[in-house]
């Protein structure tokens, strides 16, 4: 069924502008519909991308493009560690090869194929797990990361070094990257060596850099929540469609109540070298140690003449001597 709306905006507005703030499709998309003829405003097809629309006309879209926005593909992904997320280098292997049917849960209505055009709804760093989301929906992917987006990203990261209160006082606000204040973050210390850190910004590494600033070390970073949507039960390296209900609170924050949801149990993280090396250098200390002897005496026998009425038996010991060969 053809979607239609009417403006009744006081000031004329691009169509591209309007159906991107509308959250029907991206500025893009938009121009790309113009560009098959799909969009009319009062039953007049629209042929020039810049068109504006004015207050009282109504747009309309044909079948095909509802149809052809609606087949915009959306998925969830657990990504595990030394995947990436974007464009991989050599040697590396995106997140994208991992949205097979093999590692499908649920339903989904498509598969990616050689067209697809999934990309990353905020990176995810290679050596970073957790909630990766993956679409070819413009709108979405702006709401969330665009210039006006200010989604909530959570983290459960466990650090290495002294957890004191001033220094979470000092990630939550005050601190600077590339010259430039971050936003305030809520950062709470959880337990032993875990923090929460949820923030409404991605900069590049910005965590890792943060808790660099203060003298802590990163050693797992699980991301577990990108706005109404979170990561749940779904195990490492399993995806599933995002649903209806999640793109909308993504899009539409204030419409969509967010019900919080159990944290999921991070699993202990591997062993750093570091920490491979010095559990082998304390192996090697050990094996050098002398080992413990018998003690006869502690575990109640009796050594010589007590043992016994007869006196030791002295062996002879063999001559030192060397033997003589003929001829020496």
Not at 22 to 32: I, M
Not at 191 to 202: A, D, K, S, V
Request: proline share 7%.
């Amino acid at each position: 069924m053809a979607w239609t709306k009417t403006y009744d905006g006081d000031e004329p507005q691009r169509i591209n502008k309007w159906l991107g703030q509308s959250g029907v499709c991206s500025r893009r998309e938009a121009e790309g519909l113009v560009e098959q003829g799909l969009i009319s405003i009062d039953g007049v097809e629209v042929t020039e991308p810049g068109r504006k629309i004015v207050k009282g006309e109504t747009l309309t879209l044909a079948d095909a493009a509802t149809k052809k926005l609606a087949s915009a593909m959306s998925v969830v992904l657990n990504k595990p560690v030394d995947y990436v997320s974007a464009h991989p280098n050599e040697g590396e292997i995106p997140a994208i090869r991992l949205i097979t049917k093999a590692n499908l849960v649920g339903h989904s209505d498509s598969l990616p194929h050689r067209d697809s055009r999934l990309a990353p709804v905020g990176r995810l760093d290679k050596d970073s797990r957790g909630l990766l989301i993956l679409t070819e929906d413009g709108v979405l992917t702006k709401s969330v990361i665009g210039p006006e987006a200010d989604s909530e990203k959570e983290y459960l990261v466990t650090v290495r070094g002294v957890i004191t209160p001033e220094r979470v006082q000092d990630l939550c606000h005050g601190l600077m990257l590339d010259n430039r204040v971050l936003k305030p973050a809520i950062v709470t210390h959880e337990r032993g060596q875990l923090l929460r850190f949820i923030l409404t910004e991605g900069r590049n590494r910005q965590i890792r850099r943060m808790c660099d600033l203060v003298g802590l070390k990163v050693v797992d970073l699980f991301r577990i929540r990108i706005g109404h949507v979170h990561i749940g039960d779904l195990a490492e390296g399993k995806w599933r469609a995002l649903t209806p209900a999640e793109r909308e609170g993504l899009i539409h924050k204030s419409q969509v109540e967010y019900i919080p949801q159990p944290d999921p149990e991070p699993p202990t993280p591997e062993k750093s070298q570091y920490q491979q090396y010095r559990e082998r250098i304390q192996n090697r200390d050990n094996r050098d140690k002398p080992r413990e002897q018998f003690d006869r005496k502690s575990a109640g026998f009796k050594s010589g003449p007590q043992n016994s009425d007869r006196p030791p038996v002295r062996r002879k010991k063999k001559p030192s001597t060397r033997p003589k060969y003929p001829g020496s």
